[in-house]
């Protein structure tokens, strides 16, 4: 696997392991934090995330990890291996590849051709849930029952912002962002299908990245549909992630 900087992957399994982290925290999740992963267990319908940490994890780590993931029973098991140092197919679970990509602070983007707003209250918390639950799609949080995929304590958490762009007064997109100081993530990044091809994928990406981020690396990992929004952005991919997830 080529990796273009190791540096920068480091800095984006990091901000992916602080995105869930938040999420445990603000779900009541159990966390395990070990020097080559960390874990976050909920309930039947948020399961059990797993994020490698280290291009070089310990034994006791991987074997910790392992096990963890082979006798998990409430939900769906994902692996996040970014540095395709494991294999999980030995206790069932199934690979897919997606890009980890990065964008470094450079030219300014144009404004926002659509009103991107800042999440920053309940019902607006709501809507954007609403909208990642069911367009990106969430399918474990289907139906969309409100706080259960972004509990109420979201708002206000420590790095964590919500956005939520309209389109002819109607919600049309939302997306996630995490800055820790060093690297800004994005994620979940989506538009309902009913919207889609209007502009509202870019109008989200030029507000918080000239916005919120404009002055940090900004890392993500891309499905193959934004993958050439993404590109036309001036993302690059730093690497090929597996993530490994139950059937």
């Known amino acids: 696997?080529?990796?273009?900087?190791?540096?920068?992957?480091?800095?984006?399994?990091?901000?992916?392991?602080?995105?869930?982290?938040?999420?445990?925290?603000?779900?009541?999740?159990?966390v395990v934090q070990r020097p080559g992963f960390v874990g976050v267990g909920g309930d039947e319908r948020a399961g059990?995330?797993?994020?490698?940490?280290?291009?070089?994890?310990?034994?006791?780590?991987?074997?910790?990890?392992?096990?963890?993931?082979?006798?998990?029973?409430?939900?769906?098991?994902?692996?996040?291996?970014?540095?395709?140092?494991?294999?999980?197919?030995?206790?069932g679970l199934e690979p897919?590849?997606?890009?980890?990509?990065?964008?470094?602070?450079?030219?300014?983007?144009?404004?926002?051709?659509?009103?991107?707003?800042?999440?920053?209250?309940?019902?607006?918390?709501?809507?954007?849930?609403?909208?990642v639950v069911e367009g990106f799609p969430l399918s474990r949080f289907q139906p969309h029952r409100p706080r259960q995929a972004f509990p109420t304590a979201l708002l206000g958490y420590d790095g964590v912002e919500l956005f939520v762009v309209e389109k002819d007064g109607e919600p049309a997109g939302a997306c996630l962002t995490v800055a820790d100081g060093t690297v800004g993530g994005l994620y979940w990044v989506t538009t309902l299908p009913e919207f889609r091809s209007t502009g509202i994928g870019r109008a989200l990406m030029h507000a918080v990245l000239g916005g919120l981020l404009k002055d940090l690396p900004v890392t993500l990992t891309s499905a193959k549909a934004g993958k050439p929004l993404y590109d036309s952005l001036g993302f690059t991919t730093i690497t090929q992630s597996t993530w490994w997830s139950s059937p």
Do not use: F, H
């Open 48 to 91: 059990l995330r797993i994020i490698l940490q280290s291009p070089s994890p310990g034994a006791d780590d991987v074997a910790e990890l392992t096990e963890l993931a082979k006798g998990w029973t409430r939900g769906p098991v994902l692996v996040e291996d970014s540095y395709g140092v494991v294999d999980m197919s030995a206790i």
């Open 96 to 131: 897919r590849r997606l890009p980890v990509m990065i964008r470094r602070p450079g030219e300014a983007l144009p404004p926002a051709a659509l009103e991107v707003v800042r999440v920053e209250r309940e019902e607006q918390l709501e809507t954007a849930e609403r909208i």
């Open 1 to 30: 696997m080529t990796i273009i900087d190791l540096a920068d992957l480091r800095s984006a399994t990091a901000n992916a392991a602080a995105l869930w982290k938040a999420l445990g925290d603000v779900r009541g999740c159990d």
